[in-house]
């Protein structure tokens, strides 16, 4: 079931890093630049459809919604632009993991920093 899960995920990266990419084009449509910000702010806001404190069930509205948001607004992206954004985000996909550990490890630096400063400004 998890590989299942794991499958889709990655499948879905590729296509959510392209509608980012895409974002950032000047030929990308207006309506659908708007409707992927919409459908971002959706995966971050605590509102939605179905309350995230509900255990599963909310969960699982971000993960229904947002993927058909961004498959269907893939659809209405211009030829050209659509293009364009597949090779940017095959050139970076490929270099995804390395931004990730260095993403990592910066995060990590961050909250170690955080701990110990708490740590002596409280019990020192």
């Not at 509205?61 to 269907?72: E, N, Q, S, T």
């Not at 050139?91 to 708490?118: D, E, R, T």
Request: glycine letters at 4%; charged letters at 15%; zero cysteines.
């Amino acid at each position: 079931m998890w590989w299942k899960a794991w499958v889709y995920v990655k499948m879905f990266r590729r296509d959510l890093l392209i509608m980012l990419i895409a974002l950032k084009n000047p030929g990308t449509p207006k309506y659908v630049r708007n409707l992927m910000i919409a459908a971002l702010v959706y995966l971050i806001s605590p509102i939605d459809i179905i309350p995230d404190t509900i255990p599963v069930l909310g969960l699982v509205d971000d993960a229904v919604i947002v993927p058909i948001a961004v498959y269907g607004l893939m659809q209405f992206l211009p030829a050209h632009v659509r293009q364009e954004s597949e090779e940017k985000a095959d050139w970076l996909g490929k270099k995804m993991p390395y931004l990730l550990v260095a993403i990592s490890i910066v995060v990590l630096v961050w909250i170690f920093l955080m701990i110990y400063g708490l740590y002596s400004l409280f019990f020192k």
